[in-house]
């Protein structure tokens, strides 16, 4: 595998896509605000004149206060409390109160939880004493259900829960919205509060009813290929997901693809009816890849390269930890060797100084014995030479062989964070 790290020229194609599926920004919950049928008006007096009063819009009634003049049993305080509907569908803090008698400051409430709002009121009634055919607004409860499921319902007791006189001079009634919330009152009011009764609100979704978005989700990487004059941008395969929910098998009608080299796009050409799209060859070396952008109807996949290319960034540099590892070892398995090498030259001279202090200078053999000394001297000195040099191979061999380990691993981590590789060399 040595021959692979050596050559002229080396192009790396790198074949990137993420699904950057173009699925419409959610929009917040967009509320439409339509009249519904009133509750019953509950009273029986022509004193006053007649109201409508209502909340601002955007706003949903969550409670009521009332006041009440013992002596003749009627409401001379009435006002009701309007709460903010949030753009997420929910009720928010912000909220207003609407009065409509004010002939007693002092007011009782009777109001909803957070989170809820009303659907009606219960309304005590309680006879003229000096008329028994007129019947006065004498208290109000409020009836709430939750803002987000009107199926929720929570009732509340009467706003002051007083009763100066016998149960039968009193009659209980309700004025309820059969659909939606409570957004006003209407009835008739002067020095007390005559009758009066619900006006009602529904509030849907603008998007309610209508079938979610179509959108592209690309499912395989396009390809890029090479021939003797063109780059080849292939497609990749797609999944056409009808109304968000039903998978189909993408139709394709245009493709945009852009050859990008280093992060920068060096063409671009659009093609309908195929898969491929080609490019002049460049000489000029770098990292290619294919950038596309798929169109089905009115939905768009888009292949992007930012996000692949910090994941490629981040496998390069653990290859090149990788390399500078491999480096480190081969230059400290070389130094070891020198060492042991120094060592040995050391002990060889060691060896032929000790030979020679114990020669017989005047013995026949003298120089024959010298000559020895150094011929074994000039031999050790070969071996461990010899040795040194096999070492240095055998660490050269270590080093390529963990350069060619790293550069396999390398290309499996491409593949595994799904990048397609192409390498090319001459």
Do not use: H
């Given at each position: 595998m040595r021959s692979i790290l050596k050559g002229f020229v080396r192009l790396i194609a790198l074949m990137?896509?993420?699904?950057?599926?173009?699925?419409?920004?959610?929009?917040?919950?967009?509320?439409?605000?339509?009249?519904?049928?009133?509750?019953?008006?509950?009273?029986?007096?022509?004193?006053?004149g007649p109201f409508t009063k209502t909340c601002p819009a955007g706003y949903v009634a969550t409670g009521v206060a009332v006041a009440n003049a013992e002596s003749f049993g009627y409401t001379t305080g009435f006002a009701f409390t309007c709460t903010q509907i949030l753009e997420d569908g929910t009720l928010g803090t912000a909220a207003t109160t609407i009065t409509q008698v004010t002939n007693?400051?002092?007011?009782?409430?009777?109001?909803?939880?957070?989170?809820?709002?009303?659907?009606?009121?219960?309304?005590?009634?309680?006879?003229?004493?000096?008329?028994?055919?007129?019947?006065?607004?004498?208290?109000?409860?409020?009836?709430?259900?939750?803002?987000?499921?009107?199926?929720v319902a929570?009732?509340?007791?009467?706003?002051r829960n007083v009763k100066l006189g016998a149960n039968n001079e009193y009659q209980d009634r309700d004025s309820s919205c059969s659909s939606g919330f409570v957004t006003g009152f209407d009835g008739r009011s002067g020095a007390g509060l005559d009758y009066a009764g619900v006006m009602c609100s529904t509030f849907t979704d603008e998007n309610e009813?209508?079938?979610?978005?179509?959108?592209?989700?690309?499912?395989?990487?396009?390809?890029?290929?090479?021939?003797?004059?063109?780059?080849?941008?292939?497609?990749?395969?797609?999944?056409?997901?009808?109304?968000?929910?039903?998978?189909?098998?993408?139709?394709?009608?245009?493709?945009v693809f852009q050859l990008m080299r280093d992060g920068v796009s060096v063409g671009s050409v659009t093609v309908v009816g195929k898969t491929e799209g080609s490019f002049p060859k460049s000489a000029i070396s770098g990292t290619y890849y294919c950038w596309e952008q798929a169109r089905q109807e009115n939905s768009l996949a888009i292949s992007e390269s930012n996000?692949?290319?910090?994941?490629?960034?981040?496998?390069?540099?653990?290859?090149?930890?990788?390399?500078?590892?491999?480096?480190?070892?081969?230059?400290?398995?070389?130094?070891?060797?020198?060492?042991?090498?120094?060592?040995?030259?050391?002990?060889?001279?060691?060896?032929?100084?000790?030979?020679?202090?114990?020669?017989?200078?005047?013995?026949?053999d003298f120089y024959a014995i010298l000559r020895g000394i150094g011929l074994a001297y000039s031999n050790d000195l070969a071996d461990s030479r010899s040795k040194y040099l096999a070492d240095k191979a055998k660490n050269e061999d270590l080093l390529n062989a963990a350069r060619e380990q790293a550069l396999v691993n390398y290309y499996k981590a491409l593949e595994t964070a799904g990048i397609s590789i192409l390498v090319t060399k001459s």
């Open positions: 990137i896509l993420i699904a950057s599926i173009s699925i419409p920004s959610t929009v917040s919950a967009a509320l439409i605000q339509k009249a519904a049928p009133a509750g019953a008006k509950w009273g029986k007096s022509d004193g006053g007693s400051p002092s007011n009782s409430p009777s109001v909803c939880a957070s989170g809820y709002a009303l659907v009606g009121v219960r309304v005590l009634l309680r006879v003229d004493p000096n008329n028994a055919a007129v019947y006065y607004v004498n208290d109000l409860g409020a009836n709430c259900a939750k803002f987000t499921d009107r199926s929570q009732n509340m007791t009467m706003a009813g209508k079938p979610s978005p179509s959108y592209l989700i690309a499912k395989e990487l396009p390809k890029i290929s090479q021939n003797t004059t063109s780059f080849v941008c292939t497609g990749g395969e797609f999944v056409f997901m009808r109304y968000g929910a039903f998978e189909e098998k993408a139709a394709i009608t245009e493709r996000s692949r290319i910090e994941k490629i960034k981040e496998i390069t540099r653990f290859y090149k930890q990788e390399l500078r590892k491999a480096s480190e070892t081969r230059v400290r398995s070389d130094e070891a060797a020198r060492q042991a090498y120094l060592g040995a030259r050391a002990a060889a001279a060691r060896k032929a100084d000790e030979a020679r202090d114990v020669i017989v200078t005047a013995a026949d």
